[in-house]
C-alpha cells in the first residue's frame, strides 16, 4: 500500500489483494460504513485506488466515468487528511467529490468545513440491512408470502441440496451465472451487465483470499441458484451477488433464506445482513423492501462549491 509523503498529489496506487489485511484494520475500527467499503467490492468494482496518508486509508475511485474519494478511513481528526484530498483534486484538475458519507461522516464534514460543501444523498444508494434473526425464519404475517415461495419450491424440487461454495462446484455456479448474463445481455446489450459480471467473475477466482463465503443451491446436480458475502463490520455480513436460474420459481426466495441461516449458524456475532442498495430500480427497490429491512445505511455524496456542483 503507497505512503503518500507529496504535499498536493497523493501518491495512490491501484489495490490490491496484498491491501486486504491492512485495510480490514481499518474498516474493523469504523462504527458505520455502506457495502461500497468492503474490501471485496472495493477490489472487485471499477479502478480503485489507495494509499496511507496522515494515519488515515485515502481512496481515489474511477466509476462510472468519475473520480471520486470516498471519505477516508481511520481514527482521528479529518481535517489534515480531508485537506489533503482536496489538494490532490486540484492538483489533478478534477471536482472534488467525497462519497460514501454516513451521517457522522457528513456532519464532520460540515463541521470542518462550513459553507464549503454541499450534499446530495440519494436514496437509490443507501443499504437495505435486515436483522438475520429476520430473514434466517421469516416468522409472522409479515413473511406469509416468503414462507408460500419456499414452501412451493420445496414441493417443486423436494431433493434439493444446499453446499457451500468451494473448489469442487466454483466452476458450475460459474457456468450458471455465465448463462445467466449471457440472456441478460442479448434482451440489452447496452445494461451495466458488462461491469457486474467482470466482478462477479473475480470473485468466483479469488473468493478464497477475499474471505468470500458462498452457497450453491442445486437440484439433481444443476446449479438453481448462488449467493456471495464477505463480513462488512463486527456485527453485519454483506451480500455481494446473488443469481438464480431464470424460470426457477422461489429460487431467490429460498437462497436467501438459506445463505441467513448458514451464516447466523457460522458466525453467532452477525446480527445482520447487509443486501447493498436498490440503485434506484424499481423492481429492485420492491423486491429489498418486501423483506423489510431493519434499518437503512444512508448515504451522501459532497461536492467543493467552488468547484462547480454538478451531478
Not at 88 to 111: F, H, M, N, V, Y
Not at 123 to 133: A, C, K, N, T, W
Request: one cysteine or more.
Amino acid at each position: 500500500m503507497a505512503v503518500s509523503t507529496t504535499q498536493t498529489k497523493i501518491d495512490f496506487k491501484p489495490v490490491s489483494l496484498n491491501d486486504k489485511a491492512v485495510y480490514d484494520d481499518y474498516l474493523a475500527k469504523e462504527r458505520s460504513r455502506g457495502c461500497e467499503f468492503s474490501f471485496a467490492n472495493l477490489y472487485l468494482w471499477g479502478r480503485q485506488n489507495i494509499a496511507l496518508l496522515h494515519g488515515h486509508i485515502v481512496l481515489f475511485s474511477q466509476f462510472d466515468r468519475r473520480s471520486i474519494y470516498p471519505f477516508p478511513l481511520g481514527q482521528g481528526g479529518k481535517k489534515e487528511v480531508i485537506d489533503s484530498i482536496i489538494a490532490d483534486s486540484k492538483e489533478r484538475g478534477i471536482p472534488c467529490r467525497i462519497t460514501g458519507l454516513c451521517k457522522e461522516a457528513k456532519e464532520t464534514l460540515e463541521q470542518l468545513y462550513p459553507n464549503k460543501f454541499r450534499f446530495h444523498c440519494d436514496e437509490g444508494s443507501f443499504d437495505y440491512v435486515y436483522s438475520i434473526d429476520d430473514l434466517a425464519e421469516l416468522k409472522g404475517q409479515k413473511y406469509h408470502a416468503k414462507r408460500n415461495h419456499i414452501n412451493k419450491f420445496k414441493e417443486t424440487y423436494p431433493n434439493y441440496t444446499v453446499e457451500a461454495l468451494s473448489e469442487d462446484n466454483v466452476k458450475e455456479a460459474k457456468e450458471m451465472c455465465e448463462d445467466w448474463y449471457k440472456t441478460k445481455l442479448e434482451e440489452n446489450p447496452n445494461s451495466d451487465f458488462h461491469m457486474e459480471k467482470a466482478a462477479l467473475s473475480k470473485a468466483f477466482r479469488d473468493y478464497t483470499v477475499l474471505s468470500l463465503e458462498g452457497l450453491v443451491l442445486k437440484n439433481n446436480g444443476e446449479v438453481l441458484a448462488i449467493t456471495l458475502g464477505s463480513r462488512l463490520a463486527h456485527d453485519t455480513f454483506d451480500v455481494h451477488f446473488e443469481k438464480a436460474k431464470s424460470g426457477v420459481n422461489g429460487a431467490y426466495a429460498v437462497i436467501n433464506y438459506e445463505f441467513a441461516n448458514y451464516i447466523r449458524g457460522k458466525y453467532p456475532d452477525i446480527k445482520y445482513l447487509d443486501r447493498e442498495e436498490d440503485m434506484g430500480l424499481e423492481g429492485l427497490r420492491k423486491a429489498k423492501q418486501s423483506y423489510k429491512p431493519h434499518h437503512m445505511v444512508e448515504k451522501c455524496w459532497a461536492c467543493l462549491l467552488e468547484d462547480g456542483y454538478d451531478y
